[in-house]
C-alpha cells in the first residue's frame, strides 16, 4: 500500500502581510523592546502605540488512498515589527509593557489553539474540525484584545492593567505544556 502525503497550510496573517515580512516570534525570555517597533506611526490615530501580531498556523495530513490517516501541525504567536508602531515623545516602559500584554495574550489563544488541535482524534472531517476551531480561536483572540484595551483604556487604567498583567500570566501559566519553545 502507498501511502501519499498531502500538505495543506492555512495561515492567518493581518491583512497586507506577505510572506517576506519580518516577524519575531513570542519567546518567554525575549520581551519587545521599543526598537522592535518598526512601522510608521498612524496620524489618523489617538494611541500611542500600536502592535501588530497574530497567529500562523499550518496542517499536513497523510493519506492512504483517499483516506487521512494522520495529521500534524504547526501554530505559532508572531509580532509583526513594520506594522507595529509607537511615538516616541509619548511612549514609556508603562505603554511598552501594555503592547507586550497584547502579544502575549496572542501567544495565550496559541496555547488554547494548540490544546484544542491535540483533542483531535483523526478523521475523514479533520480539515473541516481544525479549519473550524482556527476560526473560532481568532474570534476570541479578536474580542480578548479588544477587551483588554476597553478595560485598561489602553493602558491609562493602572489598576486594570494590573489586572490584566495577572491574569494573562496566570493562564499563560494553566497552558505552560503548550508553550511555545
Known sequence: MQINHLIISVLFLFVGMTFNDETIPWNDTRKLVWEDFKGNPNPD??????TASGITFGYSVKTSGKRIIDYSTTVEAHFYPNKSWYLSEKADNHILAHEQLHFDITELYVRKFRQQLERLVVNQNIKI??????????????????TYDEQTNHSINVEAQNYWENYIEEELKKLEKYKSQ
Open 45 to 50: 490615530s489617538d494611541a500611542v502605540a500600536l
Open 129 to 146: 474540525q481544525m479549519n473550524q476551531i482556527h476560526v473560532a480561536i481568532n474570534e476570541a483572540l479578536d474580542k480578548t484584545q479588544k
